[in-house]
Every structure is written in structure tokens, then in C-alpha cells.
């Protein structure tokens, strides 16, 4: 998973790149709640899903279910505005793992690991 930094709603999401699926636009998904960026401007106002289908500010389509997906070096080089915002500095692309920003969380919460 590429992310371009972290959420300042949250404080502690990673900023995804998220591909949708149908209209095949790039979009920048917080891992953590959800709210998304249709460009580079980070200071603009995000879209706020209202339901868990996350559906693409676009055209709707869910941005969990595939065909959307994480973007890939491919998608990124083909999207404009984050070249553009490549170029200028404005974010910086990194990339780690989906649903694990934060790795020295050792919690086994969701862990459904049976001992017994
Ligand atoms: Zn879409
Ligand atoms: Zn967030």
C-alpha cells in the first residue's frame, strides 16, 4: 500500500492512495477513518463516508469491494495531480502496510487465534 503521509483528522491514519474501480480514479483514502481526497490539496475539505460502503465522492461505486483496490506504482504514475503534487513536494509517497500503521501495536484484539 502507497500513503502519502498521515491523517490530520485523526491524527494517526495513514493516507492511502485508493483506486476506484469503476470510474478508476485516484483518491486518497485515510486508513483509519475513512475520510477521503479527491487531490492533493490535504487542507481542503475531506468527503466523509456516510456508510461503510465507502462510496467513491465520483460516482459512487464502493471503494472497499473490488474491483477498487490500493494503488499501484502503475496508478500513481498515470494520475496527474499527484505527480504534479509529486513534483512540488506537496506529499511525499511512502509506502507500508494496509491496516497496520502502527506496528508496535501488540494487542491481539481482532485476533481470532483460539488457545484452547
Ligand atoms: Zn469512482
Ligand atoms: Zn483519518
Same mark, same amino acid.
Given at each position: 500500500?502507497?500513503?502519502?503521509?498521515? #491523517?490530520?483528522? #485523526?491524527?494517526?491514519?495513514?493516507?492511502?492512495?485508493?483506486?476506484?474501480?469503476? #470510474?478508476?480514479?485516484?483518491?486518497?483514502?485515510?486508513?483509519? #477513518?475513512?475520510?477521503?481526497?479527491?487531490?492533493?490539496?490535504?487542507?481542503?475539505?475531506p468527503?466523509?463516508?456516510?456508510?461503510?460502503?465507502?462510496?467513491?465522492?465520483?460516482?459512487?461505486?464502493?471503494?472497499?469491494?473490488?474491483?477498487?483496490?490500493?494503488?499501484?506504482?502503475?496508478d500513481?504514475?498515470?494520475?496527474?495531480?499527484?505527480?504534479?503534487?509529486?513534483?512540488?513536494?506537496?506529499?511525499?509517497?511512502?509506502?507500508?502496510?494496509a491496516?497496520?500503521?502502527?506496528?508496535?501495536?501488540?494487542?491481539?484484539?481482532?485476533?481470532?487465534?483460539?488457545?484452547?
Amino acid at each position: 500500500m502507497y500513503y502519502v503521509g498521515f #491523517c490530520r483528522l #485523526c491524527g494517526t491514519g495513514p493516507l492511502g492512495l485508493r483506486q476506484c474501480g469503476r #470510474c478508476n480514479k485516484l483518491l486518497i483514502l485515510c486508513d483509519e #477513518c475513512d475520510a477521503i481526497w479527491t487531490s492533493s490539496d490535504l487542507k481542503a475539505k475531506p468527503f466523509l463516508a456516510q456508510s461503510g460502503e465507502l462510496p467513491c465522492p465520483a460516482c459512487e461505486n464502493s471503494l472497499i469491494e473490488t474491483p477498487s483496490r490500493w494503488a499501484t506504482q502503475t496508478d500513481i504514475e498515470a494520475s496527474d495531480w499527484l505527480q504534479q503534487a509529486l513534483e512540488k513536494k506537496q506529499l511525499e509517497l511512502r509506502q507500508g502496510t494496509a491496516f497496520a500503521p502502527d506496528a508496535t501495536n501488540d494487542t491481539t484484539e481482532g485476533d481470532t487465534h483460539d488457545a484452547s
